[in-house]
């Protein structure tokens, strides 16, 4: 079983930026869509972002044009870049295969404030 563990989050000002790392303890190079997911409270959770293993991506309409996913199957590492944050951005992070068969990790906290 993979394990994922997701690092990069914080406080952010309405506008700002972060990127998110999701470090597997496996490999991820066979793993044909990976994906971010957030969960905001009292809410359920979205994916957010996916890439293919060729690279091919997808978007929330939420945040297309703001954030950018990547991949780097040598480091077994997925990335979400995020920018021009909102405070409606504000969430618990997670990676994971899309769809999800991996336990979910404890995730990265964002708060983005107005």
């Known amino acids: 079983q993979v394990q994922l563990v997701e690092s990069g989050g914080g406080l952010v000002q309405a506008g700002g930026s972060l990127r998110l790392s999701c470090a597997a303890s496996?490999?991820?190079?066979?793993?044909?869509?990976m994906g971010w997911y957030r969960q905001a409270p009292g809410k359920q959770r979205e994916l957010v972002a996916s890439?293919?293993?060729?690279?091919?991506?997808n978007y929330a309409d939420s945040v297309k044009g703001r954030f950018t996913i990547s991949r780097d199957n040598a480091k077994n590492t997925v990335y979400l870049q995020m920018n021009s944050l909102k405070p409606e951005d504000t969430a618990v992070y997670y990676c994971?295969?899309?769809?999800?068969?991996?336990?979910w990790g404890q995730g990265t906290q964002v708060t983005v404030s107005s």
């Open positions: 994971n295969t899309y769809p999800f068969k991996f336990y």
């Open positions: 890439i293919t293993r060729g690279g091919s991506t």
């Open positions: 496996g490999s991820i190079f066979s793993i044909n869509v």
